[in-house]
């Protein structure tokens, strides 16, 4: 169980600002939804709290500022999974997994090692891929195999940067399914930055919306995917209707002001 404080975070570099003064709370065994339009500040606040940057303000992990805990620590309680991975060298999906672990890994790699990541390999029913070379995967073979890796970190939080863009439709749900299950069975949480608002209506137990670099507003999906809001975030017109007890967003048209 672990509790995510961000106070008054802001980040910006060349005169530009990306987050300004943000506030969020990410509850224990939860799916966190971050979107918004391009350029909002989603990517930018999932690696301020990995520490891949360095805003002002904090971040505090079950009280404590994560600027006191070092990369080592950091890396066993979050799991970052970026948009995408490529590889220098010709890997194998095992040993793409296997580098998960080395958090925990002192002077060797030991056969507990090696059985978590054939165990989280097989709970990913990615076993049959363990020896092909991870370069040579599709985009979403690749998304899990990442995602594999990050909870070779045994991560009490999962950061996911975009995890379903350019995905076709059934590997998005897919990788959406995969990740809310998690959450449930491993008892974590997760962060995830998303375009697609029907998705995230779909998956998401909290949404945070952002527009110029702050939360705009932040709750259950049903309370915030309305046409007004879209309205004013996006610029677009859109109808939402309530499906199964959650909204189902159908765009009509951008509007000729946009958003700033």
């Not at 709750?219 to 109808?239: F, Q, S, T, W």
């Amino acid at each position: 169980m672990v509790n995510i404080t961000i106070k008054s975070l802001t980040f910006g570099y060349n005169g530009s600002m990306i987050l300004d003064n943000l506030n969020l709370v990410v509850e224990d065994s939860e799916v966190l939804g971050l979107v918004g339009p391009n350029g909002s500040g989603k990517t930018t606040l999932i690696k301020c709290m990995d520490k891949i940057l360095k805003p002002k303000g904090s971040i505090l992990i079950d009280g404590r500022d994560i600027d006191t805990v070092s990369r080592t620590e950091l890396a066993k309680r979050l799991g970052y999974v970026p948009q995408s991975s490529s590889t220098p060298l010709a890997t194998t999906v095992f040993d793409t997994v296997l580098m998960g672990r080395r958090p925990h890994i002192s002077w060797r790699v030991s056969d507990s090692d090696l059985d978590k990541v054939a165990d989280i390999l097989g709970l990913l029913h990615l076993e049959y891929l363990a020896m092909r070379d991870f370069s040579q995967l599709s985009g979403g073979q690749k998304q899990k195999v990442l995602i594999a890796r990050a909870l070779a970190q045994e991560p009490e939080v999962l950061l996911l940067d975009e995890p379903t863009s350019s995905l076709d439709m059934k590997h998005q749900l897919e990788v959406m399914e995969t990740i809310s299950s998690l959450v449930k069975e491993k008892k974590i949480s997760a962060v995830m930055a998303l375009h697609d608002l029907n998705l995230a209506s779909m998956f998401v137990d909290k949404l945070a919306i952002l527009k110029g670099g702050k939360i705009y507003a932040a709750g259950e999906p049903i309370d915030l995917l309305n046409a007004k809001n879209i309205r004013d975030v996006y610029g677009v017109e859109a109808v939402v209707m309530n499906n199964l007890d959650r909204p189902y967003i159908v765009p009509l048209r951008s509007l000729n002001e946009g958003v700033a």
